[in-house]
């Protein structure tokens, strides 16, 4: 997982550069800012209150390394302590991403107004240059790839736990296969987890892909 998590902190990286340099720029071309500070300009305060807590919600499901915590936290050497060095990453890892989420609000907020659209970049899909966005919009993917393999390390291992209590001396279970692929390090192979971490990925991304989100978003 250390390369996985490398690439798509590369990829996250990139396209939050690439958002916020195209906020400051539009924000520039513009002139102005065209935001207020008094926010989105709504028809009384019900609605400015609910838009306030819809972005709580958000800014709250933006920081959801708390699943995987104590799953890094095991792989950190014992000196110095684990939860010192954890702690210290935390804190790191919490800046940092809340410097990016303010730079990218603000300024999105700052290029459009009352029109900023929930993802930054789709914003930008109607302006030049249409290959840096294309570029974020690839980083994205790359990401949410990577994000989506760690962050289902703590099921996955839970699942193989279970099988491995439950069916001890199945091999489908505990028998490893080497399988070697042109120009590619050897690959070991068990069955059951191939099989099972495949069909959860098939069924997560059909039921993903079924699921109204648009629609629920316009509702």
Known sequence: MAWVS???AVMAFTYSFIGLGLGIATTIENGRIMGSITGVTTSNIADKMWLVF????DIAYSYPYSIVFLEIQDTLKSSPPENQS?????????FITTFFYLCCGCFGYAAFGDSTPGNLLTRFGFYEPFWLVD???VCIIVHLVGGY????QPLYTTADRWKSRK???????KNFYIVKLPFLPKIH????????????VVSTTGLA???????????
Not at 189 to 200: E, V
Not at 209 to 219: A, D, M, T, V
């Open 149 to 152: 393999q760690i962050f289902s």
């Open 167 to 173: 069916f001890p001396n199945n091999g489908l279970v």
């Open 6 to 8: 490398a690439v798509a």
């Open 54 to 57: 819809q972005a709580l919600g």
């Open 189 to 200: 192979i068990n069955l059951f987890r191939f099989c099972f971490r495949t069909i959860f």
């Open 86 to 94: 954890m702690k210290k990453a935390s804190m790191i890892a919490i």
């Open 135 to 137: 570029i974020a919009n």
């Open 209 to 219: 892909i079924l699921f109204p989100y648009s629609k629920f978003l316009e509702f």
